[in-house]
């Protein structure tokens, strides 16, 4: 799949967002969720964030697919989920 950036509003909490856009004439629509996954909230405690952040997406809803990982701070990270088409 192909990427465009397209800007949404600064990050403060939690985003439902809906795309429509329209290829070669053809309308599709898409949904994406972006959570903010705050380090001290990790299901298994870790100094690896790594693990961390494989363990919420391993746990997240599987209707949902991991889309982009955003840059951490120190306090979270910001990560976009893609709902699955059916």
Excluded at 34 to 62: G, H, M
Aim: glycine share 4%; with cysteine.
């Amino acid at each position: 799949m192909s990427i465009i950036g397209i800007e949404i509003p600064r990050l403060e909490e939690d985003q439902d967002i809906s795309v429509e856009v329209k290829i070669n004439g053809i309308k599709k629509q898409y949904s994406y969720r972006v959570e903010i996954f705050y380090w001290e909230e990790c299901p298994f405690p870790t100094e690896d964030r790594v693990e961390c952040i494989k363990n919420l997406v391993a746990s997240y809803d599987q209707e949902w697919d991991l889309a982009h990982i955003g840059i951490p701070t120190d306090e979270y990270i910001p990560i976009t989920f893609r709902k699955k088409r059916k």
